[in-house]
């Protein structure tokens, strides 16, 4: 959480800084307060507040808008005034602006849901909660669903023996593996104390026996190197297909039917 923090901050005084040089770029001098200028502080403004709200995603796709609606603009309306500092400078500020911007709105969010206890403060996952909620929605979209459940193998006789911050270290090495074998999803959730979990919408069996040895190889390589084999450190990964009852999806989950 505290990472969190000092992310969050360390973007509002980037975003803050990246205002202050803009308005000393362009009201140094008294010629550069126009109309055009103004309004090109009153896009920005938007961008930031769009970028805040929004997935950052959609912001920077704002201000590309915004670049390209400013070219067009300047190519025929004005292109015998532009110059490379005071045309250029807007064309590369309302990207970096609103990705700021985007940053931020998303670390504070995050830092929101740790503050609630949604998210894990030491992987950035979900919770069980949320684990259970985003079954639920999926269950009214799709008949199948894969739950990769990665557990550590005699949680409590690991964390007598290593202390809890080597043992922190084996879940966040474990939870850095699922994060780059699956970057496009945010359903990743911390369970327990020893167990992680993935939601993926795959259902074939070779995909999921695939899926299930990616995952093993990649734990297999990274932990004895780790931890010098002073004690055997061990993930066992499970994949559970659930079948969803589309017509009954509002009310319940059914129960898993099948099992790998």
């Not at 362009?26 to 502080?41: D, Q």
């Not at 004690?231 to 129960?255: P, R, Y």
Request: positive net charge; contains cysteine; glycine residues 4%.
């Amino acid at each position: 959480m505290k990472k969190l923090g000092k992310k969050r901050d360390l973007l509002f005084m980037l975003l803050v800084l990246q205002m202050f040089i803009l308005c000393s770029m362009f009201f140094l001098g008294s010629k550069e307060a126009t109309v055009k200028t103004y309004s090109m502080f009153c896009i920005s403004f938007l961008l930031i507040m769009l970028s805040f709200y929004v997935k950052p995603a959609i912001g920077l796709s704002v201000a590309f808008f915004a670049d390209f609606l400013y070219l067009v603009f300047v190519l025929f309306y004005s292109k015998e005034n532009f110059t490379l500092l005071e045309n250029g400078i807007w064309i590369t500020a309302f990207p970096i602006i609103a990705f700021t911007s985007g940053q931020l709105g998303q670390t504070t969010l995050e830092l929101d849901l740790v503050n609630q206890n949604m998210i894990d403060s030491l992987t950035g996952f979900k919770n069980k909660q949320k684990f259970y909620e985003d079954l639920l929605e999926i269950s009214t979209q799709s008949s199948k669903t894969a739950v990769v459940i990665i557990s550590l193998v005699h949680y409590k006789e690991v964390l007598a023996l290593l202390g809890r911050q080597k043992t922190d270290r084996a879940i966040l090495v474990a939870s850095n593996i699922l994060n780059n074998l699956f970057p496009t999803t945010n359903k990743k959730y911390r369970l327990e104390e020893d167990t992680l979990a993935v939601i993926l919408n795959i259902s074939d069996k070779k995909e999921i026996l695939i899926t299930q040895a990616k995952i093993n190889n990649s734990l297999n390589k990274v932990f004895p190197a780790s931890f010098n084999n002073q004690i055997a450190i061990k993930f066992v990964v499970k994949i559970d297909v659930v079948e969803h009852d589309l017509e009954e999806s509002n009310s319940s989950l059914s129960k898993p039917s099948a099992r790998l």
